[in-house]
């Protein structure tokens, strides 16, 4: 391992960015699972809910709205995790480089 | 705790099939010559086959040809991979199903979504931190470079040809069902445009076929969509009115069906489809087209983006279809069901609402869907030999530019070749395996070597290079044991190996081979293995000494 490394790796903020990063990506990885798992257990469980008209709003059923909404999700964490890292993880590990 | 299990199964057996590929097989109908297709298509490949004359002009060295020079956006980027995912068999298979079954197309689509958040958040910027052409960059960092290069190429390659022959036989039927040409003309003509775009133009060319064809396809998909919804006065209620009126099941095609019965198939199910892109080399190749990870984040967010769109307008088509097709007595043969079978609802949906020019619109993109898609699996392909076998394992990564160019470029013909005559030779088999064997592979043995090298410190050369063969026998024994093979294409009565689905025990055996024969192995590779962990850590999390772009 070359000098420069060594030092990163013996930074205490070097240590707590990548914690930090990694608790933000676990925390949304889990969310993510959770939501997938919330839809699936909604079409195995209450299948007859599934079917019921969204909210009594709309003929379409929660299976169909719900549906398109974890297809929105998916796309909305990837932009917050994407904003966060690009914006607020990127310019804390430009400091701590630069020390 | 047996409840929360049998639950937590469920879950999973919910997950959903890959429909890809698979959609489109078996016997067909040539149709009848559809010239308006056949010129629109004509248009995209001699505009195309310039794209390709101009990246040709930008590539000259090994890494304008595997990377584009790293010099791609991350929206360009992400409407590639999205490009990737948006296949044919999607398209047409998935809204095709909502047609014929009603919901359980999006409970499809969800789960065809929901694994690039997580590829998102566990590995893209490692990947485009650690790499510089191929994934096996990443995989051998800090190990052994012949034998777990050799391990991931051949993991790329029985992967790449697999999914190669699946879609040369799916383009041969889709032609003949669209365009009224004969097979052996589509296979060859598939196959012949693909060694054009990737020999001269490179990743670059490969990347803007790509890009090219998913504006195409989610512009098509989105004028289907409001040209189908005029004929209902803009209102969804009129449409899903209609959808239940209209369609013979009903109201039940609001119910979810029983999609996976068994609870080990379907856990093996959602595991191959979690995991499998993150382990298709032509998927991960896209990440080292961008300059550095900020470009590598924005190309997964625009990518699900746009594959989440693209899926909504999916589901929609096939509600729209049930009652413009399903009515229409035009599209429906003899015995009432759809001419051309389930897989037609989108293509005899354009006719329905836009006439023949915009039926041959829609054709074409499907084909020009299949093309981009046989190209990056190529490139991918080439880059395993070239990069991988060729330049570092043989020549010890003493090879010259030139000469890894030149082996590169045969490697693509090579498998341009390979690609006709085995898309030739498999017509009329049963190739629904395929696909599945493609994934359960990328999950079982790229993924596995991949995640462990990156994540955890312990593993050895020795541990990835077993445990990988591993993953790699344990996969292509079961689908040759199971149902698939044994069954459909050997004529067994029954499979030794009861389950279509298998990633649950090659993933398993795999990670389980990694982590034994590292704990054991107490040779001095070993010591080496460990002692790179550090640098590789830090490398992984901050990009420092990462291969950058390379400006033109």
Sequence with gaps: ?99 | MKRILTSAALILAAAPVFAAGEAIQGEVQKAATNWTAIGMFMFFVIATLGLTAWAATRTKSTSDFYTAGGGITGFQNGLAIAGDYMSAAAFLGLSGMVFAKGVDGIVYTVGFTVGWPIILFMIAERLRNLGKFTFADISSFRLEQTRIRTLSAFGALTVVVFYLIAQMVGAGKLIQLLFGLDYGYAVLLVGVLMVLYVTFGGMLATTWVQIVKAVLLLSGATILVLLGLAHFGFSPENVMNAALENHAKGTEILFPTKLVTDPISGISLALALMFGPAGLPHILMRFFTVPDAKEARKSVFFATGFISYFFVLTVTIGLLAITLVGKNPEFLGADGAVIGGGNMAAIHLAKAVGGNLFLGFISAVAFATILAVVSGLALSGASAVAHDLYASVIKKGKASDKSEMAVSRIATLVLGVLAIVLGLAFENQNIAFMVGLAFGLAASVNFPVLALSIFWKGTTTRGAFIGGLLGLIVSVALVVLGPAVWVDVLGHEKPIFPWSQYALFSMSASFFGIWFFSITDKSKRAEIDKAGYDAQFVRSETGLGAAGAVSH
């Design chain 1, 1 to 99: 391992m070359d000098p420069v490394q060594e030092k990163i790796l013996a930074n205490p903020r070097f240590k707590e960015l990548v914690a930090r990063r990694n608790r933000f990506s676990f925390t949304l990885t889990a969310l993510t699972l959770l939501v997938f798992g919330a839809y699936n257990v909604m079409a195995i469980f209450a299948p007859t809910f599934f079917a019921k008209p969204f909210l009594g709003l709309t003929i379409w059923s929660y299976g169909l709205i719900c549906g398109f909404f974890v297809l929105g999700f998916s796309f909305l964490v990837t932009g917050i995790y994407t904003r966060r890292a690009n914006g607020e993880f990127d310019a804390l590990l430009k400091e701590t480089l630069r020390n």
